[in-house]
């Protein structure tokens, strides 16, 4: 990250920077590679497009590595069929905040990349309920570790241990 280092409007300007630092990455180590295109375009892109102006300092925290994300979108029931999504995020109004909750195994955030050992925060596609009502699938940004990375409490992380190929990216259940 110091070597590239990217800002927001840095990346809103020359979003070719991204990409060539990946590029570049990838001919040498493509498990960093893939890592840092995690990090970069699913986790701090996704934040930058889909969030408001105050979302901007977590896009900015990401790209000066201050904090490292993931991207938890698959589950074991329904792989990458979003609309299968088992996960749900409710509001408590008396708490004023999200409770995330995977309601059993089948709904397990699996094969996400950064979420074994790397990532501190997530960001979690879940069914947003509000008083009841389904209002479908958004995207929440969930610290997963805190700062002395501990898993938080509420979260569970497990790795999903060896795999075939990219033994460097440390693919997790969440």
Request: aromatic content about 10%; overall charge negative.
């Amino acid at each position: 990250m110091d070597k590239f280092p990217f800002s927001v409007d840095k990346v809103e300007e020359e979003f070719w920077l991204q990409f060539g630092a990946f590029d570049s990455i990838n001919m040498v180590n493509s498990a960093l590679a893939t890592k840092l295109a995690v990090h970069t375009s699913l986790y701090a892109k996704t934040i930058y497009v889909l969030g408001t102006e105050k979302h901007k300092i977590l896009t900015q925290r990401a790209y000066e590595a201050k904090d490292f994300g993931c991207f938890a979108l698959t589950e074991i029931a329904h792989g990458s069929n979003v609309q299968g999504c088992i996960t749900t995020a409710k509001y408590d109004q008396q708490l004023d905040s999200f409770i995330i909750n995977t309601p059993h195994e089948r709904g397990v955030k699996f094969w996400i990349g950064n979420a074994a050992q790397t990532a501190n925060m997530s960001v979690v596609l879940a069914n947003l309920i509000v008083k009841g009502k389904d209002y479908g699938i958004h995207c929440f940004v969930v610290p997963i570790r805190d700062e002395e990375h501990e898993v938080m409490p509420g979260v569970q992380i497990v790795d999903c241990g060896s795999k075939m190929g990219l033994h460097g990216v440390d693919n997790g259940m969440i």
